[in-house]
């Protein structure tokens, strides 16, 4: 099974986002579980991928993987391809 990109990532505020997701991200019921505020950005040009979503009311989570072609990341670092089963 293929992994959900990240499409695009508005979390500007994360050490993960260097022009986009540098990294394999879970999305938790508060968001990107991923999201890390430090004084630091990861340097490797990576596009971020979903590695797991803690969402199980979403149609595009199949045990515990999101099953999305892609996803965007909201300012507020959630996912805005949620969708509610």
Known sequence: MAQTLVSTCAATACSFNNGGC???????????AT??????????????????CQRLECVHNSDLVC??????????????AFEAR
């Open 22 to 32: 540098t990294v394999a991200m879970t999305m938790g019921e508060r968001g990107c």
């Open 35 to 52: 999201f890390a505020k430090l004084d630091a950005r990861r340097s490797v040009a990576a596009n971020g991928l979903v590695g797991a």
């Open 67 to 80: 099953t999305a072609a892609s996803i965007d990341v909201t300012a507020d670092a959630a996912c805005a």
